[in-house]
């Protein structure tokens, strides 16, 4: 499965991007599929990850009710709707399809890893 990861940038604080992360294979959209990001000098954190139905979602802390994710498993494309965006948002992001239907925070749940998008934020 190869994952490609569009729609990162550079914006101001406050503002809004939407991330896209498509799959090369159908196999997708029975796993969970996730985004993780990592910034410079730290390790790569988890941020959202939905179920193969798109029914369960978990979100960090530090983004819940400013993100959502979301997916089209007939495009076997994951979202990532990213509001209110802050300075510490700034990474590279990267989406991931889990081993199984549902998937948590650990990185070894997800098999398959995009080559990431950078979101730049400046305050």
């Known amino acids: 499965v190869q994952?490609?990861?569009?729609?990162?940038?550079?914006v101001q604080a406050g503002d809004s991007?939407?991330?896209?992360?498509?799959?090369?294979?159908?196999?997708?959209?029975?796993?969970?599929?996730g985004w993780f990001r990592q910034?410079?000098?730290?390790?790569?954190e988890f941020v959202a990850v939905i179920g193969w139905s798109g029914g369960a979602t978990i979100y960090a802390d530090s983004v819940?009710?400013?993100?959502?994710?979301s997916r089209d498993n007939a495009k076997n494309t994951v979202y990532l709707q990213m509001n209110n965006l802050k300075p510490e948002d700034?990474?590279?992001?990267?989406?991931?399809?889990?081993?199984?239907?549902?998937?948590?925070?650990?990185?070894?749940d997800y098999a398959y890893w995009g080559q990431?998008?950078?979101v730049t934020v400046s305050s």
């Open 3 to 10: 994952l490609q990861a569009s729609g990162g940038g550079l």
């Open 17 to 33: 991007l939407r991330l896209s992360c498509a799959a090369s294979r159908r196999t997708s959209s029975n796993n969970a599929m």
């Open 39 to 44: 910034a410079p000098g730290k390790e790569r």
């Open 64 to 69: 819940k009710d400013r993100f959502t994710i």
């Open 90 to 108: 700034t990474a590279v992001y990267y989406c991931a399809v889990a081993r199984k239907p549902l998937a948590g925070r650990d990185r070894q």
């Open 116 to 118: 990431g998008t950078q």
